[in-house]
């Protein structure tokens, strides 16, 4: 790399790391502003969160920007000090010279095409799960990993054991209704059949042994009745029992 290419690099620097500055002012200066006071209310404690939802997630999204400018002016300061250095233009990981025009376009890398490929196609140091949410150690796998079923990224399609698990504690706590609807789920009808595996027998192994009976003083089994409430003919029913 000649010399006026290097000048030439260490201005574009420079200058997108006042860029990079300048944008974290202007989100500083919103910043600095209180939600009520960018929204004109007088309080907002008798809001309801969902209707100042879209100012929370811009100014959630402005904090997200800022973190990003800011974790880019290190990479930019980062490449004028191996200018500096005499490092500057050269892959960390393979040690050849990056090409100028890469360079060009991405002033602050630190290895060239190749490599970054490698690193991005091998996963190791940029890893998708390992890069995921920190809440979402606590609710995966589904049902805290509770659950016997075989196999377990098929829940509800494999082969169920008879134990209870914690796939059977989240039926019963669902059958009490969740925060879902029919619409959220296409294939689903019936506020009844929103959680997984709904029409499975539950405490029986055969279907007749779901037949409700109850014996009498005579020792015969019957039928039972009771609980249970006949539309067409209620008044038959409840003397029934």
Known sequence: MDSLSKIALRKKLEDLKKEYQQYINNL???????LTDSIAELSLYDNHPADVASEVYER????????????????????????????????DKCGKPIPLERLEIVPFTTMCADCRKEEWEDGTKYDLKARRS??????????????NDIPRDELGEGVEENMFDGEDAWQIVARYGTAESP???????????LYLDYDEDV????????????KDEDGQFYEDFSG?????????TYNQE
């Open 183 to 193: 619409s959220d789920i296409g294939s689903v009808l019936d506020y009844d059949h």
């Open 28 to 34: 500083e200066q919103g910043l600095e502003v209180s």
């Open 134 to 147: 920190i809440e979402e150690q606590v609710i995966m796998p589904p049902f805290g990993g509770f659950t």
């Open 203 to 214: 405490g029986i192994v055969e279907r007749y042994e779901q037949i409700p009976i109850y």
């Open 60 to 91: 959630g999204k402005d904090i997200g920007f800022k973190i990003y400018a800011q974790q880019q002016i290190e990479k930019v300061e980062d490449a004028l000090r191996r200018l500096e250095e005499g490092t500057y233009g050269y892959c």
């Open 228 to 236: 249970l409430d006949d539309e067409s003919k209620p008044q038959e």
